[in-house]
């Protein structure tokens, strides 16, 4: 049996979300709730280098390359495939809140000292 499929076209990131990737994990499990989703894809042109860095910071993993996949500016450019699933961004956002409860400990410990 084939899973469900939807597709959701972004054309690009915001580049003051670029750097929180605690934001694109959020999004992408709200997404995934709200529709019912169990997997999201990405495909990124190859030479993106700033979008495939974000997506796995987010969770996504690659999964292979589809060559000559995306036109962009008038040509063919293969495309990254990254997918993730529930566990995957789960995995970062539990990650990231980890690192912000021993920052905040570890200020609190040295101003008592």
């Known amino acids: ?3 469900p499929r939807a597709s959701v076209h972004a054309l690009y990131w915001d580049r003051a979300v670029m750097g929180q990737p605690r934001l694109g994990v959020a999004l992408c499990l709200h997404a995934m709730e709200k529709w ?8 990124i042109p190859k030479p ?4 495939a860095a974000y997506v796995q910071k987010v969770g996504f ?5 589809l060559r000559k996949r995306l036109m962009v500016r008038n040509r ?14 789960l995995a970062v956002y539990r990650e990231k809140e980890d690192g912000r409860h021993r920052r905040v400990r570890g200020e609190e410990h040295r101003q008592a000292s």
């Open 61 to 65: 993993k690659t999964v292979g390359t």
């Open 1 to 3: 049996m084939l899973e």
């Open 36 to 43: 019912g989703l169990r997997r999201l894809i990405a495909e």
């Open 48 to 51: 993106n280098a700033l979008a």
């Open 76 to 89: 063919w450019e293969d495309a990254v495939v990254y997918d993730a699933l529930p566990e995957d961004l």
